[in-house]
Nanobody
């Protein structure tokens, strides 16, 4: 089993930045696809960004392009989400996810991911 643990969330003012981390442990596997999702109160979980094992390919939701950057350090089994120019509407619980299927196909679909973290709260004040 793979465990994913997110960290780095918190309270930040609009326009500020945060960097989230997701550490994988347990029966980690190579050549995986890692993603970030978020869920605001009363809303469905939505895709944020995804990155392939090699880091050569990334994919972002339109509203995050130019503001968020996903990266990974495979030696540390960790994926990151750098969030800049944060807006109040970015307030949500952010979840890390991983899947065995490593190709950047349908990365936005929740049910294609095999493992999920417990989430970290990000709150952006106006």
């Amino acid at each position: 089993q793979v465990q994913l643990v997110e960290s780095g969330g918190g309270l930040v003012q609009a326009g500020g930045s945060l960097r989230l981390s997701c550490a994988a442990s347990g029966r980690t596997f190579s050549d995986n696809l890692m993603g970030w999702f978020r869920q605001a109160p009363g809303k469905e979980r939505e895709f944020v960004a995804a990155i392939t094992w090699s880091s050569l390919s990334t994919y972002y939701a339109d509203s995050m392009k130019g503001r968020f950057t996903i990266s990974r350090d495979n030696a540390k089994n960790t994926v990151y989400l750098q969030m800049n120019s944060l807006k109040p509407e970015d307030t949500a619980v952010y979840y890390c996810a991983a899947r065995h299927y490593s190709q950047l196909v349908r990365p936005t679909e929740i049910n294609t991911y095999d493992y999920w973290g417990q989430g970290t709260q990000v709150t952006v004040s106006s």
